[in-house]
C-alpha cells in the first residue's frame, strides 16, 4: 500500500526566500508524482507532474524533482512571495489507472 | 476551453439522508475520478469512471455509488449519510492513458 508523507506540515517564510518542500512515498514503483496547490476551502490547481522516466520539471519559479531510488520528491519555489501562500499537496500514481494516492499537503505562509 | 466544474459548492444534510454531488469534466475528458478530503487532510481516492464503467475503487463502503453519461458528466451519491462524510468532495478529470488529473472546486458537504 502506498504511503505518501509531506514534512513539515507548515512552514512560514518571509518574502523573497527560497524553499524547498518534501514529499516521500513507501513504493518506488510510481507511474508518475504531481504537486498540487490549494488555496483555503478551493479545489486543486496542477502545478507540475514528473512521469516516472523523468528527474525534474520546471514551470515559471517552481522546479520539482523526483528520486525513485529513495522515494523522495521535492517542490523548489524560488523568490517567494505572499501570493504562493497556499497548502502545497503532492500526489503519487502507481499505474495509468487514476488512483492517487496524496500526502496531507504542506501549509505555507510567506510573509511580506 | 472550460475547466472541471461541480455542482452544489455547499450542501448541508442530515444523518441517514441521501446526497447527489455532479462534476462536468474538462473538454475531451473522457476519465472521471471523485475524492473526499477531510479538513486538513489529502483527498482520499473514492472510485474512477471511464466511458461510463467503474474501473477503479478505494477503500469506501458500498452506500458511495457512481454513475457516469455519455457526455463524461458524473455523479456522486451518497446513501445513508454519517457525520463522518462531512467533507470536500472534489472531482478530477483526464484523459484516459494520461495521468495529469484536472481538478473542480469541489463541493462541501456537511452532515448534521
Known amino acids: 500500500k502506498q504511503e505518501v508523507t509531506q514534512i513539515p506540515a507548515a512552514l512560514s517564510v518571509p518574502e523573497g526566500e527560497n524553499l524547498v518542500l518534501n514529499c516521500s512515498f513507501t513504493?518506488?514503483?510510481?507511474?508518475?508524482l504531481q504537486w498540487f496547490r490549494q488555496d483555503p476551502g478551493k479545489g486543486l490547481t496542477s502545478l507540475l507532474l514528473?512521469?516516472?522516466?523523468?528527474r525534474e520539471q520546471t514551470s515559471g519559479r517552481l522546479n520539482a524533482s523526483l528520486d525513485k531510488s529513495s522515494g523522495r520528491s521535492t517542490l523548489y519555489i524560488a523568490a517567494s512571495q505572499p501570493g504562493d501562500s497556499a497548502t502545497y499537496l503532492c500526489a503519487v500514481a502507481n499505474t495509468n489507472a487514476g488512483k492517487s494516492t496524496f500526502g496531507d499537503g504542506t501549509t505555507l505562509t510567506v510573509k511580506p | 476551453e472550460t475547466g472541471v466544474t461541480q455542482s452544489p459548492t455547499h450542501l448541508i444534510k442530515t444523518r441517514g439522508q441521501q446526497v447527489t454531488l455532479r462534476c462536468s469534466s474538462q473538454s475531451g475528458h473522457n476519465t472521471v475520478s471523485w475524492y473526499q478530503q477531510a479538513l486538513g487532510q489529502g483527498p482520499q481516492f473514492i472510485f474512477q469512471?471511464?466511458?461510463?464503467?467503474?474501473?477503479g475503487r478505494g477503500n469506501f463502503p458500498p452506500r458511495f455509488s457512481g454513475l457516469q453519461f455519455p457526455n463524461y458528466s458524473s455523479e456522486l451519491n451518497v446513501n445513508a449519510l454519517e457525520l463522518d462524510d462531512s467533507a470536500l468532495y472534489l472531482c478530477?478529470?483526464?484523459?484516459?492513458?494520461?495521468?495529469?488529473?484536472?481538478f473542480g472546486p469541489g463541493t462541501r458537504l456537511t452532515v448534521l
Open positions: 513504493d518506488s514503483a510510481i507511474y508518475n
Open positions: 478530477a478529470s483526464r484523459i484516459g492513458g494520461y495521468n495529469e488529473q484536472f
Open positions: 514528473i512521469q516516472s522516466s523523468q
Open positions: 469512471y471511464y466511458r461510463e464503467e467503474e474501473n
